[in-house]
């Protein structure tokens, strides 16, 4: 089992910029992908940007790239987001997930593991 937490949702102005994190622990040494997810009310879960645990290597959706950008520090099982450029349609609750299968990329069913969430909200 792996134990996913995020942090680091707040209120924030368009424009502004925020991190998000997210701690894992538990049987983490198999996880071949970590991801960032955004649900928004009434929308469906959507991919933001996933990380190749071990190699590093970075997707996003075509929504945050060149705004958003993740990271790993493997050595303390963290992941995070950093968010510049925030709009509106940011807002969302984000969740960090992360998958053992190799295929993993932008599909939620995936992910093995969730994260409860964390709010975001940038107001205009």
């Known amino acids: 089992q792996v134990q996913l937490v995020e942090s680091g949702g707040r209120l924030v102005q368009a424009g502004g910029s925020l991190r998000l994190s997210c701690a894992a622990s538990g049987r983490s040494f198999s996880t071949f992908a970590m991801a960032w997810f955004r649900q928004a009310p009434g929308q469906e879960r959507e991919f933001v940007a996933r990380?190749?645990?071990?190699?590093?290597?970075?997707n996003y959706a075509d929504s945050v790239k060149g705004r958003f950008t993740i990271s790993r520090d493997n050595a303390n099982n963290r992941m995070y987001l950093q968010m510049n450029s925030l709009k509106p349609e940011d807002t969302a609750v984000y969740y960090c997930?992360?998958?053992?299968?190799?295929?993993?990329?932008?599909?939620?069913?995936?992910?093995?593991?969730w994260g409860q969430g964390t709010q975001v909200t940038v107001s205009s």
């Open positions: 997930a992360s998958a053992e299968r190799p295929d993993a990329y932008s599909y939620t069913w995936a992910y093995d593991y």
């Open positions: 990380v190749i645990w071990t190699a590093g290597i970075t």
